[in-house]
């Protein structure tokens, strides 16, 4: 009777987990984001070369800077979100 009520308790645990995971990530609190950027050109020592340095980065980025009332209405109003 105890590991039924153990799985039980567990499986709440885990279901309630997934539906916050899930709305966190529909509300766009936690979302993955890759950028570029591009500094400025380096030289060889001669002079005949330009090396261009790039940098990618790719992560997860969390809070509520891009869920606006504006931006989130027109999001339900078109019947999706983002």
């Known amino acids: 009777m105890k590991t039924t009520a153990a799985r ?3 499986a709440a645990l885990l279901l309630v ?3 916050a995971a899930g709305l966190t990530w529909v509300l766009r609190l936690v979302t993955v984001e ?3 950027g591009y500094f400025g050109p380096a030289f060889s020592l001669d002079g005949r070369f330009v090396y261009a340095i790039v940098r990618e980065t790719t992560g997860l980025t969390w809070g509520a800077s891009m869920v606006t009332p504006g931006r989130l209405s027109r999001a339900i109003r078109r019947g999706r979100w983002g």
């Open 8 to 10: 039980l308790a567990l």
């Open 17 to 19: 987990l997934a539906v």
């Open 34 to 36: 890759g950028h570029t």
